[in-house]
Structures are given as structure tokens and as C-alpha cells.
């Protein structure tokens, strides 16, 4: 498996819209089934970047192309660590929602990585990147990982 870099910052903007309305999906009409769908999304996209989700497949083959969004070069290592940030807080909500009946508790996870795909979607600010950027200055993350962040 291989993680893009660069990659484009219009398909990461797209594909956090996706995870905004399939989050609020999940509340809205109470079905705590698709925070599996996210969970799923996330990995894949953790993995490989755009190449096995589906939701990610849909925004960089159909739905950029479709509306003209420019490519926007951005570093791969920090949004793969935003994927796993996000890996984190859906399969976090599939347990608490799906495993243990504590669904409340889940759609409020849930509304934390609304508040941070939602930040990216609209405002093209990714939370996940900036804590990868303290963790690189901290020196949790090596330099090595992403030059261009340093």
C-alpha cells in the first residue's frame, strides 16, 4: 500500500464534506450502522489514499474533475495522520454505538470529527495536520517523515 505525496488538497476538501454529511446522516436518522461506512472509509483511505474508498474514488475521479477544482498540492504524511485521527473517532463511535448501545455517547464522538472534517471541508483547515506539525516540532515525528513539513 502506498499513501500519496503530494496529494490534492481539493479531493481531501471534497471527501471531508462526505464525512460531514454521512456523520450528520448518522444522527440525524439514528442509524449508528454508518459509522462503520466511515470507519471503513477511513482505514482505506489510511492505507492508500484515494485508491480503495469509495467516497474518495467518487471525489478525485467524478466529482473535482465535474466542478473544475483545481489541484492543490499538499503534503501526504500529514493528512494520512489526519486519516488515522480520524480512524480513532469513527471506529470509537461504531464500539460505543454498535458494541456497547451507548449511542449518545457515540454521536457525540461523532460530533468531534464533524467539527474537524467540517473545518476542512469549508475552510480547507485540517486539525489532523496541525497536531502532525506540533508532533514534527516537538520532535515526535522525525523530519524524515515529511522534509516538506519541517
Not at 13 to 39: E, H, S, Y
Not at 91 to 119: K, P
Given at each position: ?59 478525485s475521479?467524478?466529482i ?22 480520524g ?22 464522538v ?41
Amino acid at each position: 500500500f502506498s499513501f500519496p505525496h503530494p496529494m490534492n488538497s481539493s479531493v481531501a476538501r471534497v471527501v471531508a464534506a462526505g464525512v460531514v454529511i454521512m456523520a450528520l446522516a448518522t444522527i440525524a436518522l439514528d442509524q449508528p450502522w454508518i459509522t462503520l461506512v466511515i470507519a471503513f472509509g477511513f482505514i482505506a483511505r489510511f492505507l492508500t489514499g484515494p485508491k480503495v474508498s469509495p467516497l474518495a474514488i467518487l471525489a478525485s475521479k467524478v466529482i473535482v474533475p465535474k466542478f473544475g477544482l483545481p489541484y492543490r498540492p499538499v503534503a501526504g504524511p500529514p493528512k494520512r495522520f489526519a486519516a488515522a485521527i480520524g480512524i480513532v473517532f469513527s471506529v470509537t463511535a461504531a464500539i460505543l454505538s454498535l458494541g456497547l448501545g451507548l449511542t449518545v455517547i457515540a454521536y457525540i464522538v461523532l460530533g468531534g470529527l464533524i467539527f474537524a472534517a467540517g473545518l476542512e471541508a469549508v475552510f480547507g483547515y485540517c486539525l489532523g495536520c496541525q497536531i502532525f506539525g506540533l508532533l514534527m516540532k516537538w520532535g515526535v515525528v522525525p523530519a524524515s517523515v515529511c522534509e516538506e513539513c519541517a
